[in-house]
T-cell receptor, first 110, second 116 residues
């Protein structure tokens, strides 16, 4: 059973702070990793993907991957109230299918 | 690019009736389309994977005779919920992947189904 674990939160941070979201996965053969943002009542929106160990930066977002520890994280710098949403970690273990975590709710207070 | 649409965005139906949901890739040809279901405060659960012209592959526990999937073309897949019951009420979301960007999935806006 492939599992993706996330803390459900909510994670509360003040505006302008760094939000750190974490995810662990069980399948050591997983090859690609995704972070999606989902606003309430809406479908997920792809934020970032990462394939290789290390950091990947895109604007205010940084994804970090450590395959040895089976751990992937998302850092959001200069958090804004509009970043308040549920963040879903997804893992692709092959054949294009994604396994999603339950998501972490992020609340950014003004 | 990579826009996926769904229709309808919401639907209310009576118990025992069938409902069809369409998923279209608007500006690209999808290699594969996926159907997910999401209950309140739960994560997305993959129901089935479909490729154009082939039978869908259903996840364990998903009744293929109840959730009929037809993948008529590289840009259209439909999910029909047959003999719907209140417990089928959920948020149904499709996604598609794109040959130009393998391993990435692009999600439709979702369909909220309420069965009364």
């Amino acid at each position: 059973q492939k599992e993706v674990e996330q803390n459900s939160g909510p994670l509360s941070v003040p505006e302008g702070a760094i939000a750190s979201l974490n995810c662990t996965y069980s399948d050591r053969g997983s090859q690609s990793f995704f972070w999606y943002r989902q606003y309430s009542g809406k479908s997920p929106e792809l934020i970032m993907f990462i394939y290789s160990n290390g950091d990947k930066e895109d604007g205010r977002f940084t994804a970090q991957l450590n395959k040895a520890s089976q751990y992937v994280s998302l850092l959001i710098r200069d958090s804004q109230p509009s970043d308040s949403a549920t963040y879903l970690c997804a893992v692709n273990s092959g054949y294009s299918t994604l396994t999603f975590g339950k998501g972490t709710m992020l609340l950014v207070s003004p | 690019g990579a826009v996926v649409s769904q229709h309808p965005s919401w639907v209310i139906c009576k118990s025992g009736t069938s409902v069809k949901i369409e998923c279209r890739s608007l500006d690209f040809q999808a290699t594969t389309m996926f159907w997910y279901r999401q209950f309140p405060k739960q994560s997305l659960m993959l129901m089935a994977t479909s490729n154009e012209g082939s039978k869908a592959t259903y996840e364990q526990g998903v009744e293929k005779d109840k959730f009929l999937i037809n993948h008529a073309s590289l840009t259209l897949s439909t999910l029909t919920v047959t003999s719907a019951h209140p417990e089928d009420s959920s948020f149904y979301i499709c996604s598609a992947d794109w040959e130009s960007r393998p391993n990435e999935q692009y999600f439709g806006p979702g369909t909220r189904l309420t069965v009364t």
